[in-house]
């Protein structure tokens, strides 16, 4: 499969629910001496296995330690992707993909199907892919498309870490 980039690197981020994204950002700081980026409001089009689309906001905080990267994500109350329905804790493993969609053919072909796809509201295009967790032995799998790595780590290397 296609997943890496040249480097060999697959591994993106951890994805892990939070109910207070500020409160598990001090935490994290300070149980295990992790550096975060200031947290970050994003919205995006989603689109789920039966074709309806949902605009979503939501707000997160990456680790500026990895990779992999520890992604916190704030809760939805309204019960959506990130809804509270998922509790707190592990909710993905992100992985880079050179052609993400020549990869999620490959999943397919493999017999996993995808959840979601997100897509940049700005944009329009395919930023990542979810694979449901009951399809890779209780894993959600996320796909990000390779080519927003460099931005991704630039965003990283920007002023404002808490910690």
């Known amino acids: ?93 992100g992985m880079w993909a050179t052609d993400i969609e020549t990869a999620v053919g490959e999943f397919r072909r493999a017999g996993v199907e995808p959840e979601l796809t997100l897509s940049r509201v700005e944009s329009g295009g395919v930023t990542a892919v979810y694979f449901a967790p009951g399809t890779v032995h209780g894993v959600r799998l996320e796909l990000v498309d390779g080519s927003l790595r460099e931005g991704f780590l630039e965003l990283l290397s920007r002023p404002g870490a808490i910690r």
């Open 1 to 93: 499969m296609n997943l890496s980039d040249t480097t060999g690197e697959t591994y993106s981020h951890i994805g892990i629910i939070v109910h207070d994204l500020e409160a598990a950002v001090e935490r994290f700081s300070t149980a295990l001496s992790l550096r975060f980026t200031a947290p970050i409001t994003r919205e995006s089009k989603m689109t789920d296995g039966s074709g309806r689309d949902v605009s979503m906001p939501f707000r997160l905080a990456y680790g500026l330690d990895g990779p992999p990267h520890y992604e916190l994500i704030q809760v939805q109350p309204d019960g959506g992707y990130y809804g509270s329905q998922h509790g707190e804790g592990f909710h993905h493993v």
